[in-house]
T-cell receptor, first 115, second 114 residues
Framework: AQSVSQHNHHVILSEAASLELGCNYS??????LFWYVQYPGQHLQLLLK??????LVKGIKGFEAEFIKSKFSFNLRKPSVQWSDTAEYFC?????????????FGSGTRLQVQP | EPEVTQTPSHQVTQMGQEVILRCVPI?????FYWYRQILGQKVEFLVS????????KSEIFDDQFSVERPDGSNFTLKIRSTKLEDSAMYFC????????????FGSGTRLTVV
């Protein structure tokens, strides 16, 4: 079974700082990869997803992620964070070659951006 | 932007009682899901539903749980006899058919079992 590790549980940044959140998964087959964001009191929203093609994926709100297959990683980046990016960020993986559609989530990273 | 709607937003129930959590998926979506998040823990997959039947379920989804799409619009999760450990946020999601899908999640129902 696949698993997802997000090693940074809580990240505190100042506005305009650059962000990189780590995500590693364990699964040897073909995967779909996702990043979701959960703003305080709100539902999970899709930031970006990778299915195939260009391993550098651009999402909403200036976020991007890079799939590095050799490292089983899908790290999330943003060059300059804003206070409004304060939220919890979840990486998720789906084992596409199994035909399953269930997502396996990481434990999340809480991002706190200080003004 | 289309939304997945969940009701109620918060439900408190006594241990042993049955609860039904309701969801209205996006109208042209064909796959429906329930996930849960126990406070402070990961979001966990419970079940997926397609073509009026369960297509996948996790180990969590035991005989106490059931899902139904009674009227072509609502998608419900029933817990027959709630336990304290069922207290969690329950998220409904839906997605299109096809390989290049993405989930849309609802805002969740916080279930508190007392």
């Amino acid at each position: 079974a696949q698993s997802v590790s997000q090693h940074n549980h809580h990240v505190i940044l100042s506005e305009a700082a650059s962000l990189e959140l780590g995500c590693n998964y364990s699964y040897g087959g073909t995967v779909n990869l996702f990043w979701y964001v959960q703003y305080p009191g709100q539902h999970l929203q899709l930031l970006l997803k990778y299915f195939s093609g260009d391993p550098l994926v651009k999402g909403i709100k200036g976020f991007e992620a890079e799939f590095i297959k050799s490292k089983f990683s899908f790290n999330l980046r943003k060059p300059s964070v804003q206070w409004s990016d304060t939220a919890e960020y979840f990486c998720a993986v789906n084992a596409r070659d199994t035909g399953r559609r269930a997502l396996t989530f990481g434990s999340g990273t809480r991002l706190q951006v200080q003004p | 932007e289309p939304e997945v709607t969940q009701t109620p937003s918060h439900q408190v129930t006594q241990m042993g009682q049955e609860v039904i959590l309701r969801c209205v998926p996006i109208s042209n979506h064909l796959y429906f899901y329930w996930y849960r998040q126990i406070l402070g823990q990961k979001v966990e997959f419970l079940v997926s539903f397609y073509n009026n039947e369960i297509s996948e379920k996790s180990e969590i989804f035991d005989d106490q749980f059931s899902v139904e799409r009674p009227d072509g619009s609502n998608f419900t999760l029933k817990i027959r006899s709630t336990k304290l450990e069922d207290s969690a946020m329950y998220f409904c999601a839906s997605s299109l058919q096809g390989a290049n899908y993405g989930y849309t999640f609802g805002s969740g129902t916080r279930l508190t079992v007392v």
